[in-house]
Nanobody, 129 residues
């Protein structure tokens, strides 16, 4: 399942962007959805995810309190609202549906994808200082 991310752009430090994750031909609410990002010269990291059954969410520490992941079932879209952006948020952002989610006491503790998983179109976020 490959998804298409959009909504990136150039923004000043402290600004906001909302990324969208869309799919055609199948309902996104059947899947847990995750946002990943890869900065130049760095490994890809999981940023946020939302479970399709419980609605539980997870955020990596560096974005907690600034990013919010949400679903709009009617629009078959998952969003990543990014506020108070920092230069270190600069990266190509992807969304994905085939996640490996690790749980502890009904809370998501992290999520990944298979190393050979294919990636759909990402969107570039550039935050200037």
């Amino acid at each position: 399942v490959q998804l298409q991310a959009s909504g990136g752009g150039l923004v000043q430090s402290g600004g906001s962007l909302r990324l969208s994750c869309a799919a055609s031909g199948f309902p996104l609410d059947y899947y847990a959805i995750g946002w990943f990002r890869q900065a130049p010269g760095k490994e890809r990291e999981g940023v946020a995810c939302i479970d399709n059954i419980s609605g539980s969410t997870y955020y990596t520490d560096s974005v907690k309190g600034r990013f919010t992941i949400s679903r709009d079932k009617a629009k078959n879209t998952v969003y990543l609202q990014m506020n108070n952006l920092k230069p270190e948020d600069t990266a190509v952002y992807h969304c994905a549906a085939d996640l490996d989610i690790n749980w502890s006491d009904s809370s998501i503790i992290n999520f990944t994808r298979a190393p050979d998983a294919a990636w759909g179109q990402g969107t570039l976020v550039t935050v200037s200082s």
